[in-house]
């Protein structure tokens, strides 16, 4: 090995714009940025040239750091160590929430939000890895319930094409609130972490259809996917705002059960039956999923909530007994019926969501009802912990 | 026809927050946002909160109009009437562009960009029409030439599965300068224009692959979109760095006939000789095309440049004896062996695009190389334009 004089060194440093630091691009990057970085330690710094701006924040999950001004314009500003995994964030100009230039957009919260991927040391699953790869399509279908034509993806696992026989079992996968459709094989990588799974021999080969969780019926005007709950101009809420999002996100499952099963199975080489049909989601999809897949138990065998709220749009006691119209009332007969009832919460997830989830867990024991109870450490309502789940839920499907 | 008093109708447009005018929100729009709305002269008006600016405009292809603020501290401007067709857009909030939260974002200029949807009165071929659609499928692939996994999009048309042993010919269509992979198929909307030809019979059913038109050696560091020229940090040009651009978008030639063709030929089910394979681009993507397909005419017999820069990375005047390695030098040979040879062009293009595309054509016609040369009417550097190029293109492929 040469000796290389240190003064060369530090200005190859510079030459490149980059302080000697270990720092390195995010993935989630647009190509060829150099901003935003992900240190060694997690720590992650944002950079923006707006020389004429009074003040510059980075805003990463509600976290808020201030950025500092430099001779030339440009604001930087570093965080604190970041939990790994993939997290909405934005750049803040003079009181306005913005998208960074230099990372790729995720579409959350209603709108599309810049995003910064933290690696997590020695995790691999949800990577691009050296395996045969599916495909994610995009499909576009007609539904008679809501009279417009819609965009849903469907996951074909490696050997789809080249298996023209072949039939194959399917997961029904929502995002949550805010989000839509393209969210799993964006932020969620679905496809890489089946590729993975399947190519591990962990998984069986299946398809995943990731539709939108929002419709309103034939005729009625097209609604905002956050916030859940509109304000009037006068900025009071809307006394029936509310009831508004629940029927909205209601006829969601009138889409699934009338439009888009028969679409997928009409339109790829499905098993059809309950036993090859599952379903999850997170958040407020694993409310969809509940609400869903226990009101059609003729349709599906296996049933995730991922963070999943607890009962749709409300604080309604869980009664086994009543809940879902007392599909639950016979626990012997339900743990017959239902091959897999999963719910998974973050250990770092809001009280609120985290007590839920885990008061469920409990009800469901009480009741004899089996199922599988998952907790993600240190994550809390995101992304991590929803790679996590499905990379949990997704071995224990259609194995029978 | 039941008479309503005009007091009600004016309360019904201020209770949905909307001014009594005949704009509708943009088609590009995130669900369910108002703004941007675009009226029936096709002046189009913006909006955004932020109480705390100083200044904001918005940019609509390289035109700023100011937007004023109200009350509430919302910012709104309408523009001049715009050409019919996609436009990336920026709001400017304080000296900085950013994106419209209103809006979704499309991959443009090496970042996420606003866009905004104009309607063309009469014309809808590139819209969702009530005909079998095809997919749009995300596929990964491992190149030898970059030593990194690679994402194409490919369109497979109606039918595709359920026609197992049918083989199809395979167009290759790039993006321009600044884009990525997924400009043809969000800003360009290749599947429906497909559709939509296929299903009257204009189009032959085939598949299109859409990749990424930038690549870097394996072991050199990836490198960014746009600008094409990058400046050192000192803000002086880099003399070295048209050549690396160069170099860059050349590495790509090499990508699709040792890596792209073969990967495509062996996973989808192609007609794999030069007669059933069909080269386009647009802008660089057509530059592209020329240098790649030119030199490589036992593997392509149509070509088709859209807004495609004449030669590449330079002025060379066309000399047809000698440029492209001489290909055309004999023109009844070339005009045996190729079956198409495309050059578009827009009329509102920038003087020097078009001149350079026009000349080009004037060239060929005077060294007797048979070609079509298409002018979009009204339109300029811009998708609208590209859209109707391979509209008119397509069903010239594969006839025979």
Sequence with gaps: MKWIPIPLVLACALCLGQSPDDSQPATSNVMGSPYPRVHSDLRATFHLAAPDAQKVQVDVGGHKYDMAKDASGAWTGTSAPLVPGFHYYSLIVDGVAIDDPGSETFFGAGREFSGIEVPEKGVDFYDARDVPHGEVRERWYHSAITGRWRRCFVYTP???????????????????????ERGWGLQGRVNFILDNLIAEGKAVPMLIVMDRGYATRAGEP??????????????????????????????????VIADLIPMIDSTYRTLSDR??????????????????????????????????????????????????GGVMADAAAFNRKVKLLWLGVGTAEPERMYTSIHGLHESLEKAGIKHVYWESPGTAHEWQTWRRDLYHFAPLLFQN
Aim: proline share 9%.
């Design 158 to 180: 490696p050997g789809y094409d080249a298996n023209p026989s072949k039939r194959y079992p399917v997961l029904y996968l929502q995002h949550g609130a805010g989000e839509d």
């Design 222 to 255: 097209d609604a905002p996917a956050w916030p859940p709950v509109r304000q009037q101009a006068s900025g009071a809420p809307r006394p029936d705002a509310a009831q508004a999002f629940a029927d909205r996100v209601r006829v969601f499952g009138d889409v």
């Design 275 to 324: 036993d090859h049909r599952a379903m999850a989601g997170l958040s407020m999809g694993g409310m969809q999923t509940f609400d869903i897949a226990l009101h059609h138990l003729d349709k599906f065998a296996y049933i995730g909530g991922f963070s999943g709220a607890r009962v749709p749009f409300g604080n309604d006691a869980f009664d086994p007994r009543a809940s879902y």
